[in-house]
Structures are given as structure tokens and as C-alpha cells.
């Protein structure tokens, strides 16, 4: 079986700080890994996957995530945290039939 | 177009209404999912169709009735709901299913409260 393991509930930043979101992954097959975005009042948006080839992935909003299979993980990053950053994030990992989700991470930004 | 389109986007119920959730979406996806999610929950799965055929139930029980009248449109018919009904209902699609890298869109959601 396929599950994914979101590390802290919540991460708070400042305003043009580093933003780093940890995943770790467990699956019997060649994992597809996947990072969501849901803005409040929203359905989730993607922001970007990781199936096979080159293991630095880049998304939308400058967000980028790196697949290391020797750790298990695929965290999310972004350079420069912006106000409009705060959301939940979601991490999910390929199951049976579609990707398996992370209990989710709440990003604050304080300006 | 990009989009699915949820409606209505709140909706509040008693326990022995009936009302039905909908959603649209003309991408051309051949496959179409509800969710229910609760506050800072991730989503869970309820039905997926694939092909205007129901794939999977996830065990949801009965009083959650889904439709698929076409390739574009989704319905969930709502009756005899509980309290602990009362969710964000999020319909999504993407164009295949059984693949495992599907991009997944989603609409909005519905609101639900059920008194």
C-alpha cells in the first residue's frame, strides 16, 4: 500500500523567508508523488508531480520539490515566501487508482 | 476552460430533506471523483466515475446517491443526511483514471451543514 507522512501540521514563516514542507513516502512500486495546494474557501489546485526522469521537480508560484529515494522523501520548497504563500498543503503519493493524500500542512506567513 | 464547476457553493439541510450537489466541467475528462473533506482534514474519496460508469464506492452509505448523466456532468443526490454530514464536498476530474499520475482538478466545493 501507498501512504504519504506530512511532517508538522503546521509551518509558520516570515515574509520573504525560505518555505520548506516535508513528505515522506512509503510505496511497494515506483512511486508517482504529487503536491496540492488548497487556498482557503478553494478546491485544491496542483502544484506539481513527480513520475519519472529528472528528480528536481519545478511547479507554479516558484515552488519546486525533489524526489530522493534513498530518503523516502519529497519535500516542497520555495526561495521567498509571499503573504499570498499561506495556505493548505497537501502531498500524496499514486494509490490503486488515484493519489492517496497527506493529512495536510498548514503554511502561515507573517509579514 | 480549465474549470469545474460546483454549485451550490453552500447549502444547508435538514435531516429529512432531499437536495442534490452538482458539478460541471467540460475539459473533455473521462473521469469524474467526489470527495468529502472535513476542516484541516485531507480529502477523502467517495465515488469515482470513469466512462459515465461508477468505478468505486468507497463504502459511503446509501444515503449519498451519485449520477452521471453525461461525460460533463456529476450529481450527488442528498437524503436523510446526518450531522456529521456536514462537510466541504469537493468534485474533481481529470481525463483518465487507472493511470496513477492523473492531474486532478477540482472544483470549489459545497458547503454542507446538515441541522
Known amino acids: 500500500a501507498q501512504s504519504v507522512t506530512q511532517l508538522g501540521s503546521h509551518v509558520s514563516v516570515s515574509e520573504g523567508a525560505l518555505v520548506l514542507l516535508r513528505c515522506n513516502y512509503s510505496s511497494s512500486v515506483p512511486p508517482y508523488l504529487f503536491w496540492y495546494v488548497q487556498y482557503p474557501n478553494q478546491g485544491l489546485q496542483l502544484l506539481l508531480k513527480y513520475t519519472t526522469g529528472a528528480t528536481l521537480v519545478k511547479g507554479i508560484n516558484g515552488f519546486e520539490a525533489e524526489f530522493k529515494k534513498s530518503e523516502t522523501s519529497f519535500h516542497l520548497t520555495k526561495p521567498s515566501a509571499h503573504m499570498s504563500d499561506a495556505a493548505e498543503y497537501f502531498c500524496?503519493?499514486?494509490?490503486?487508482?488515484?493519489?492517496?493524500f497527506g493529512r495536510g500542512t498548514s503554511l502561515i506567513v507573517h509579514p | 476552460d480549465t474549470e469545474v464547476t460546483q454549485t451550490p457553493k453552500h447549502l444547508v439541510m435538514g435531516m429529512t430533506n432531499k437536495k442534490s450537489l452538482k458539478c460541471e466541467q467540460h475539459m473533455g475528462h473521462r473521469a469524474m471523483y467526489w470527495y468529502k473533506q472535513k476542516a484541516k482534514k485531507p480529502p477523502e474519496l467517495m465515488f469515482v466515475?470513469?466512462?459515465?460508469?461508477?468505478?468505486i464506492n468507497e463504502s459511503v452509505p446509501s444515503r449519498f446517491s451519485p449520477e452521471c448523466p453525461n461525460s460533463s456532468l456529476l450529481n450527488l443526490h442528498l437524503h436523510a443526511l446526518q450531522p456529521e454530514d456536514s462537510a466541504l464536498y469537493l468534485c474533481?476530474?481529470?481525463?483518465?483514471?487507472?493511470?496513477?499520475?492523473?492531474?486532478?482538478?477540482f472544483g470549489s466545493g459545497t458547503q454542507l451543514s446538515v441541522l
Open positions: 500524496a503519493v499514486r494509490g490503486s487508482y488515484i493519489p492517496t
Open positions: 474533481a476530474s481529470s481525463q483518465e483514471t487507472g493511470t496513477g499520475d492523473e492531474k486532478l482538478f
Open positions: 466515475y470513469s466512462y459515465e460508469k461508477l468505478s
